[in-house]
């Protein structure tokens, strides 16, 4: 069973910056293609960022030069970097897993979501 857990949301004012963390375990983590995903309130669930086993990235045109996401498979942690957080990046953040290397992530497994909360 693949299980995914996020840490790193919070409260933040508009310009500032978090980062999230996603430990995953239960996969051969360097096998995945790992995305970050999020959900505003009323909201369907959308793409923020995505990274291949390959390692290449793929951004959602909201977030394009202010967020970054990044992996380390030594530690099973895939991260998202957000700077000059705005209001509208307000929402329940999720990590995660597809099955398989690429993008689109497959049949991805999901972790239970951070919120983030960008105060103006």
């Known amino acids: 069973q693949v299980l995914l857990v996020e840490s790193g949301g919070g409260l933040v004012q508009a310009g500032g910056s978090l980062t999230l963390s996603c430990v995953v375990s239960g996969s051969i983590f360097s096998r995945n293609a790992m995305g970050w995903y999020r959900q505003a309130p009323g909201k369907q669930r959308e793409l923020v960022a995505a990274r291949t086993s390959g390692g290449s990235t793929y951004y959602a045109n909201s977030v394009k030069g202010r967020c970054t996401i990044s992996r380390d498979d030594a530690k099973n942690t895939v991260y998202l970097q957000m700077n000059n957080l705005k209001p509208e990046d307000t929402a329940v953040y999720f990590c995660?897993?597809?099955?398989?290397?690429?993008?689109?992530?497959?049949?991805?497994?999901w972790g239970q979501g951070t919120q983030v909360t960008v105060s103006s």
């Open positions: 995660a897993a597809g099955r398989g290397g690429s993008f689109p992530l497959v049949r991805p497994d």
